[in-house]
């Protein structure tokens, strides 16, 4: 049996192509390959036209171990995916009548008569190891050729049906023809860019062969992705929970807030642990601070609800932010942000109040307090702070993500432990 | 000036390849490539590798007039894009610099200090168009080979960098260079699927070629994109509308609430017109239909705020929700809906309260009352009501999705004017 190490994805579909659907297929797979340490140089999308799919197979084939490609597997003229496989590997197509009676019960399950073009979806080519579809009609396949070592897997388009035939088939198949394992965990960072992180890392970086460690920019946070290549997934945890402790140890380590996870999911955890409540105010930010920190499940622990404070008659109605503190300070203040930090935790009765109040624009913005002004009040028993942001006007919601990032960044800078230490104690 | 026919997208990033990101950039440029007539017939991703993207630069500029590469222009020793690119097209790499003038200012508005590594993001291929990235730092850019008519287009890899700049500086660029200009509209439709729609307009839509008819599913909702060709923008909105005309009179009429607009959109616009207020109680949203809702500007002239009543105590204290109603119904009850929403438009004081309690998940399903039960209360001065959903329990976030966009519809169906009326009105 021949080692797999490198592979491409081929996704047969001119509904890629022209947008209409997203190739979550080529994602998953990846995702899966890059688990299993079956590295990957290059991905494509063709149409459903069998010329450029030959060329594109036989391009792939003299590149990598293994071809996967999904989609054109389907009952009509134009899915020619496997008949272009099989001419191109050398086989032809015969009557798989295991696969036959499947499709004949899928549509007899569904009360439906088999179409004489179904028949199509159990020509299998010769030799190949059948993969069952458990969730769909057509069946998937893999083939192997013993000169050249060359192996082409061939999956159905529908995710559903991928995915699963994945998992139980391909996944088990490859399992006996992989080299190592790669295991990869994803340092947070909050506060600090993705150049000045790799600035600050830059020779750590390059020295690191194996783990690697690698900066990348998400939704208006950093992290480091930091990858090993081992024989056993524990071996790989090791080694990549070593290099996370030296980076913890770097000027960046003070901006890591944990690894694989989220600023929501962080703030309820840590909540939880010291079984503590917190509610929002919410300004400019609309009920989207309540709304990602209860995109946690169970956040019900730590969470019993909020305000969104929008107007000003709110502000001072429910949460008791003064008049004079409006008429003199504004609505978009440290002061209006204390007091309906304070006053929120009061109202709904919390441990923790943090309040958002800005300018979220495109409208409102003047030369003292222009747009992507945002002001942060926390309050707890031991009193209140606020701090202020200038947050880069790159459009209403970018302002808006960006303001309840660093609302849930300093809940959980509050809530007690350095976020640092929190980190350096995964690694213990 | 040459007229580009065909184009192929190549993604450039380790992270696409590894399953890290979804690659929706390749889907968004495909279906806006797509509008514009310009065909494709194969797309690739590659790491970031320079020899390789080397390799599949060459061949796709050997097949089509234009490619667009997305991705490796941060400022990081791995990113790579412009570099490769540059030396394929045979071009020397200039420093532009006005684009540093313009990464200097972006990283003194966010009062941090540009690493000199950032230098690297202002490095032009001799002779291209430089695009300005207004959200981000990275320019994007195009080269256009005289000789061969081959064009290269170079764009970052952050999905909001990468769309701000196709809209502003990519599709007028590919505008003077296509063979005849597409005008299209979206009919916004809710409360009937995608399916649906195509087996009332099958025919209707088979027999449209100019202007093409195709109905797509975006984010819980349908729409119908109506594309015309046409000479001139003018004489393809005519078409468009024509053809708009008769989708309203047939049976998918009714489920059409406007066109390129969204559900808050209209609310917001609709309270306005009759000058009333809305406010909300949220429980399984939590905070997102507000959010939801406080996303369109100027949201402020029909809502002072909302309550996000996560817990039972909340629902009661504030909200007067009564304990019997706990007791005998739950907080999943049409009758704690409306309770909630009487409750919220008192409390807040305003024309219309909705209200969503409903079970997002991944817990707390019971036999008769499982994960994606959801019910929407409605109030205003004449009364209120409930509405029952049962959504597929597609994960928390998909429910909450769907559960907004649902208590978003209530709320326009309820200001009064039939939906269809006013996109027929849309019309005249």
Tied chains: 1, 2.
Excluded: W
Excluded at 238 to 255: D, N
Excluded at 298 to 310: L, N, Q, T
Excluded at 318 to 328: A, M
């Amino acid at each position: 049996m021949n080692v797999i190490k490198t592979a491409e994805i081929l996704c047969v579909g001119t509904e890629i192509l022209i947008g209409e659907i997203v190739n979550t297929n080529a994602a998953y797979i990846s995702s899966r390959l890059a688990e299993m340490g079956i590295s990957q140089y290059h991905q494509g999308v063709v149409g459903d036209n069998p010329e450029r799919l030959r060329a594109f197979l036989t391009s792939a084939l003299s590149r990598c171990d293994l071809v996967i490609l999904t989609g054109g597997l389907g009952p009509t003229y134009d899915d020619l995916t496997k008949e272009t496989v099989a001419d191109v590997m050398g086989r032809k197509l015969e009557l798989d009548p295991r696969s036959l009676e499947r499709v004949k019960s899928y549509f007899d399950r569904l009360g439906r008569k088999m179409t004489d073009n179904n028949i199509k979806q159990a020509m299998m080519p010769q030799g190949c190891e059948v993969f069952d579809n458990d969730v769909g009609t057509a069946p998937g396949c893999a083939i192997e050729d013993g000169e050249s070592g060359k192996c082409v897997i061939i999956l159905p388009g529908p995710p559903r049906e991928m995915k699963d035939m994945f998992e139980k088939k391909v996944a088990p198949f490859l399992e006996k023809r992989r080299e190592y394992v790669l295991y990869s965990e994803s340092l947070n960072i909050f506060g600090m860019g993705e150049s000045a992180v790799e600035d600050a890392l830059r020779e750590f970086m390059e020295a690191s062969e194996n783990p690697t460690v690698a900066p990348y920019a998400i939704d208006g946070e950093c992290r480091l992705r930091v990858t090993a290549r081992a024989k056993s997934r524990e071996e790989g945890r090791e080694k990549v929970k070593e290099t996370e402790k030296k980076i913890l140890e770097s000027s960046v380590g003070p901006y890591v807030y944990g690894v694989d996870t989220t600023l929501e999911k962080t703030l309820v955890s840590l909540l939880r642990d010291k079984n503590m409540t917190v509610t929002f105010a919410e300004s400019c930010t609309g009920g989207l601070l309540a709304g990602r920190l209860t995109s946690v499940p169970g956040a019900s622990d730590v969470f019993d609800g909020g305000v969104v404070s929008y107007a000003e008659r709110v502000k001072h109605d429910f949460l008791g932010v003064k008049s004079e503190t409006l008429e003199k300070y504004g609505a978009v203040s440290a002061e209006c942000a204390v007091e309906m930090a304070k006053g929120v935790r009061m109202f709904v009765g919390a441990d923790l109040g943090v309040s958002v109040t800005g300018l979220a624009g495109p409208g409102g913005g003047t030369e003292e307090k222009p747009v992507g002004t945002v002001f942060i009040g926390v309050s707890d028993k031991s009193g209140e702070r606020a701090v202020e942001l200038h947050i880069r006007d790159n459009g209403r919601e970018y302002v808006r993500n960006i303001a309840v990032k660093n609302a849930l960044f300093e809940a959980v800078k509050n809530v007690g432990e350095s976020v640092c230490t929190r980190s350096r104690g995964d690694d213990h």
